[in-house]
């Protein structure tokens, strides 16, 4: 089955402590996302990469990291530098050349992540 | 900049009856607009996607229109179902940032059986 995965599905973090949240895609996309979820709040743009060994800061990228050495993984390590980390984090993917297709965006199931 | 606004916040109509969900954007420059569905602690799963050249598209019981030129999109539900619950979001793409997409806040939906 073709999909976008997270894990894991729940992560407890004590404070100070950094902590990566995985995102893996079989679909072939070129373009993954990563979204920070709120109650109330819509989804806010924190990393997005187009192409393997290039990223670009979304809205929110303050505290936040990423890598992309593979076309199908792009992990998101929270630091403790963010201050606000508790949260519901969502990974999405897309075929995103420019002008071409359709971009439809894929959601994986989502990683909440819980800072104490 | 792109703004995308959803009203209602919250909706509860009673089983059975055809409603309908509004998504206004401030950008008419748009590539295509995605409406998805999110259950609680869930991730989110795409119903319709309208490409910017399109007017509407159907899904079963599921109908999306696009309006450009006054920047509304509409998610028509028919015979709602109580498995419709859930958070209904619009999103954006844009003509030229293709690499960025804009999300509304969601409409909740309980449907009462």
């Known amino acids: 089955d073709g999909g976008i995965t997270q894990s894991p599905k729940y992560l407890f973090r004590k404070e100070g402590q950094n902590v990566t949240l995985s995102c893996e895609q079989n679909?072939?996309?070129?373009?993954m996302y990563w979204y920070r979820q709120d109650p109330g709040q819509g989804l806010r743009l924190i990393y997005y990469?187009?192409?393997?060994?290039?990223?670009q800061k979304g809205d929110i990228a303050e505290g936040y990291s990423v890598s992309r050495e593979k076309k199908e993984s792009f992990p998101l390590t929270v630091t403790s530098a963010q201050k606000n980390p508790t949260a519901f984090y969502l990974c999405?993917?897309?075929?995103?050349?420019?002008?071409?297709?359709?971009?439809?965006?894929?959601f994986g199931p989502g990683t909440r992540l819980t800072v104490t | 900049k792109q703004e995308v606004t959803q009203i209602p916040a919250a909706l509860s109509v009673p089983e059975g009856e055809n409603l309908v969900l509004n998504c206004s954007f401030t950008?008419?420059?748009?590539?295509?607009l995605q409406w998805f569905r999110q259950d609680p602690g869930k991730g989110l799963t795409s119903l319709l996607l309208?490409?910017?050249?399109?007017r509407e598209q159907t899904s079963g019981r599921l109908n999306a229109s696009l309006d450009k030129s006054s920047g509304r999109s509409t998610l028509y539900i028919a015979a709602s179902q109580p498995g419709d619950s859930a958070t209904y979001l619009c999103?954006?793409?844009?003509?030229?940032?293709?690499?960025?997409?804009?999300f509304g806040p969601g409409t909740s939906l309980s449907v009462i059986p």
């Open positions: 999103a954006l793409e844009g003509e030229t940032s293709y690499d960025k997409v804009i």
């Open positions: 999405a993917s897309t075929q995103n050349k420019p002008n071409q297709g359709n971009h439809e965006q894929y």
């Open positions: 679909l072939n996309h070129d373009a």
């Open positions: 990469s187009q192409i393997v060994n290039d990223f």
């Open positions: 950008d008419s420059a748009i590539y295509n």
């Open positions: 309208i490409q910017s050249s399109q």
